[in-house]
C-alpha cells in the first residue's frame, strides 16, 4: 500500500516543476486548456479577457478555468544577480547601476497530494485516486456542494460559476492512461514541466538543487517534496527560487483532516454539553 | 461571481517584497504589525463556495432544531405539553428548512441525493448528512402525527429519536466549518464547537420563548441562559486567542454581526429571567435570542470569508508554526 492507501498496481507519477528555468511563455496554460477544453476565463471568470496589472500574469490564480497559472514576480536585486540574457538594447550598456530586475517565473497547477484535503472532505465520493496515486473529479459524480473550495489549502479546486460543478487538474487523466505525457509538460520548451515516476523525479530534483547550490544559486529549494510535510508530499512539487508565499504558495500547508479526530471529539464533548444542558433545564420543571 | 479580489491596488504593489499588514489604529499600539510576504497580496486559498444566506441559514435552523427536538422529548416526560409540541413543530420546521438551504446551494440540486450515495468519516458533510436526513425524517414524522393526531406512539418515538440525534445536530456543522483551510474556522477548531452548542441552545430556547406560555417556559429559560454563558466564553477565546487571525472576528462586517450578537444576547438573557411571569418579556427575550442566533452564524461566516480574502491569515500562522516546528520546505 502506498502512503495515499492505494494499492500499488504502478509507480505514482506526478510532476517536477524546476521554475529556474521557466521562460514564462504560457504554452503550459493553452495546452492544458486545449486538451482538456477548460473554458476560456479571465480573472474574473466571465471569458473576458482581463487585464490585472500584475507584470506579465493575466490569469492570476488556479480555479476552474485555470488548471495552470504562471506567475510572473519581478524583484529589484544587485546587478551581479540580474540574467543576462544577451537582449539588444539602445544606447550604451549601463554596467553601472547597483540593482536591476531579477524575473521569477513558475508554472502552478493542483499538487496531487498524498493527504488530498479536497479528496478527504468531498461527500459524494465525487473526487477520488487514479492508479497513478492523483487525484481526480468525477463530473458525474459531483452534486457541486462546494466542500472541496474552502477545503484545498493551496486554493487549487474550484466551482465552475455557470456549470455548478468543481473543476481542476485531472494530471490529464486520459493522457496518462494512454502512456502519454500531460499535455503541458508535452508542451514545455524547456522542460521546466517534467512529468515522470515520483521516485525519478525526486532523484533529478535533489540532484538539480544541488547543482543549483554548487552555482552559488543557494536560495533554490524544494517545495512539496518532503513526504513529512503537512500533506504528506505532494504528487506535483517544483524548484523554487524564493520563499512559497512570495509565489502565491502556503509555506506550511497541512490537511486540515489530519486535526479531524480531536475535532469530532470537541464537537462530541460539546454536543453531550447540550444533552446535559436540556436535561439540567428540566430540573423540578414537571408539573 | 464571488471571487475575492483582495487588498487595494497599493497594497497588492506593495505585497511584493515585504508586507506589512495594515492593522487599525487602535490596534496598533498594541500588536506588532505582522510581516508577510505574497504574491500581490492575491488569496492563497479560494473563499468557501457557499452562497450567503444559504449557509448561515443552514447552520442557524439545523442548530435551532436540535435544540428544540431535545426539549421537546424532555418535555413530554416531564408533561409539558406545550413545550413538547412548540419543540416538535421547530424541530420538523427548522431542520426540513436546513434541507432546503442545502440543497438550493448545491451546484446541481437535482443531484442531493448523492449526498448519500457513500458514507465518509472523513468528510465532515458526510456524516452531517447522515444526521440531517434521519433527523429531519423523524422529526416530521412526530410532527405530522402531533398535527393529525394520528399514530400517537411512532410520533412520540420518532421524536425521542430526534431528540436524541438533537445535540449531534446542534455541533457538527462546528466540524464542517472547521475542516477547512479558511483559517478563521480552522484556527477556531477548539472553540467553534462550543459556540455552536451554546447558539443553537439559545436559538432553541429562543423559539420556545417566543411560542410557550408562561406556565410552561421555563426549562428554555435555563436552557437559553447556559447556551448564553457557553456562546460568551467561547466568542471570546476567538476574538483574542488565536493570533493575528482572531482580528477577523473582531474587524469589519463579522466584528460588527457578533458583536450585534453579543448585545442580543445578553438582552434575551436578561428579558428571559422576567419569562415566567410576563409574556411580553417572553416573546421578547424568544425574538431577541433568535435574533442573536441569526447575527452570531452570519457572524462566523463573515470572519471565515475575510480570513481567506487576505494572504496575511494564511501565510502568518504557518510561518509561526514553522519558527516552532521547523521547516518543510527544503
Ligand atoms: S492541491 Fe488541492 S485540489 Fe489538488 S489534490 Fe491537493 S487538496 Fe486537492
Ligand atoms: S463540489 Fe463536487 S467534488 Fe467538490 S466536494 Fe462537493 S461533490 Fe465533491
Not at chain 1, 486535526?259 to 428540566?282: H, Q, Y
Request: hydrophobic share 40%; aromatic share 6%; net charge neutral.
Amino acid at each position: 500500500m502506498s502512503e495515499s492507501g492505494y494499492a500499488d498496481t504502478q509507480p505514482r507519477m506526478g510532476f517536477f516543476t524546476d521554475t529556474s528555468v521557466c521562460i514564462g511563455c504560457k504554452a503550459c496554460e493553452v495546452a492544458c486548456k486545449e486538451w482538456n477544453l477548460v473554458p476560456a476565463s479571465g480573472s474574473s471568470g466571465d471569458g473576458e479577457m482581463d487585464l490585472l496589472g500584475l507584470s506579465y500574469d493575466n490569469t492570476g490564480d488556479l480555479g476552474s478555468n485555470s488548471w495552470r497559472h504562471v506567475a510572473f514576480i519581478e524583484q529589484q536585486v544587485p546587478a551581479s544577480r540580474v540574467d543576462n540574457l544577451g537582449m539588444p538594447t539602445i544606447g550604451a550598456p549601463d554596467q553601472q547601476d547597483e540593482t536591476g530586475v531579477r524575473w521569477l517565473m513558475s508554472s502552478d497547477v493542483c499538487k496531487h497530494c498524498t493527504h488530498a484535503a479536497c479528496l478527504d472532505v468531498c461527500p459524494t465520493g465525487a473526487l477520488f485516486r487514479t492508479e497513478f496515486d492523483t487525484v481526480v473529479v468525477q463530473p458525474d459524480i459531483c452534486n457541486g456542494c462546494g466542500y472541496c473550495v474552502p477545503a484545498c489549502p493551496y486554493g487549487v479546486i474550484e466551482k465552475r460559476e455557470d456549470d455548478g460543478r468543481a473543476f481542476k487538474c485531472t494530471l490529464c487523466y486520459d493522457r496518462i492512461g494512454d502512456g502519454l505525457e500531460p499535455a503541458c509538460a508535452k508542451a514545455c520548451p524547456t522542460e521546466s514541466i517534467q512529468y515522470g515516476e515520483l521516485d525519478v523525479l525526486r532523484l533529478r530534483a535533489a540532484e538539480r538543487k544541488q547543482e543549483l547550490h554548487a552555482d552559488g544559486v543557494t536560495e533554490a529549494r524544494l517545495y512539496g517534496e518532503n513526504p513529512d510535510d503537512g500533506v504528506g508530499g505532494t504528487g506535483a512539487f517544483f524548484l523554487l527560487l524564493d520563499e512559497p508565499e512570495v509565489y502565491g504558495l502556503p509555506p506550511d500547508p497541512v490537511v486540515t483532516t489530519r486535526d479531524l479526530p480531536g475535532m469530532w471529539r470537541r464537537a462530541g464533548a460539546a454536543a453531550l454539553g447540550v444533552a446535559a444542558a436540556v436535561v439540567a433545564s428540566f430540573v423540578g420543571a414537571r408539573r | 461571481m464571488s471571487r475575492a479580489r483582495g487588498p487595494d491596488r497599493d497594497q497588492q504593489r506593495s505585497a511584493q517584497g515585504t508586507g506589512r499588514a495594515q492593522p487599525s489604529r487602535r490596534e496598533r499600539a498594541m500588536v506588532e504589525p505582522a510581516e508577510f510576504r505574497s504574491y500581490y497580496g492575491r488569496p492563497i486559498v479560494k473563499e468557501p463556495a457557499w452562497e450567503q444566506p444559504d449557509v448561515p441559514l443552514y447552520l442557524f435552523l439545523g442548530g435551532a432544531a436540535g435544540a428544540s427536538a431535545s426539549m421537546a422529548a424532555m418535555a413530554r416526560v416531564s408533561d409539558l405539553p406545550r413545550l413538547a409540541r412548540a419543540g416538535t413543530l421547530v424541530a420538523a420546521g427548522g431542520s426540513l428548512a436546513s434541507v432546503a438551504a442545502l440543497i438550493h446551494d448545491l451546484g446541481r440540486p437535482e443531484r442531493f441525493l448523492y449526498m448519500l450515495r457513500v458514507f465518509k468519516p472523513t468528510s465532515p458533510l458526510s456524516v452531517g448528512s447522515w444526521i440531517l436526513a434521519p433527523f429531519s425524517g423523524l422529526a416530521t414524522v412526530s410532527t405530522v402525527s402531533l398535527l393529525t393526531g394520528k399514530l400517537r406512539p411512532i410520533g412520540t418515538l420518532a421524536g425521542n429519536a430526534a431528540g436524541l440525534l438533537g445535540p449531534a445536530m446542534c455541533t457538527y456543522t462546528a466540524v464542517l466549518l472547521a475542516d477547512t483551510a479558511t483559517p478563521a474556522w480552522h484556527e477556531g477548531r477548539r472553540e467553534l464547537p462550543v459556540l455552536f452548542a451554546g447558539s443553537a441552545a439559545t436559538s432553541g430556547a429562543g423559539a420556545a420563548l417566543l411560542l410557550v406560555p408562561t406556565r410552561e417556559v421555563a426549562p428554555a429559560r435555563n436552557l437559553g441562559l447556559a447556551g448564553a454563558a457557553a456562546e460568551v466564553v467561547a466568542e471570546h477565546r476567538l476574538e483574542h486567542n488565536l493570533g493575528v487571525v482572531s482580528e477577523t472576528y473582531r474587524h469589519g462586517r463579522a466584528g460588527t454581526l457578533l458583536k450585534a450578537g453579543k448585545a442580543l444576547t445578553a438582552v434575551g438573557a436578561g428579558l428571559s429571567l422576567l419569562s415566567t411571569r410576563s409574556r411580553v418579556a417572553s416573546v421578547a427575550a424568544g425574538a431577541a435570542y433568535l435574533a442573536a442566533g441569526v447575527c452570531t452564524r452570519f457572524g462566523v461566516y463573515t470572519a471565515g470569508v475575510a480570513s481567506s480574502r487576505d494572504p496575511k491569515y494564511t501565510v502568518v500562522p504557518q510561518r509561526e508554526r514553522m519558527a516552532q516546528h521547523g521547516s518543510a520546505v527544503q
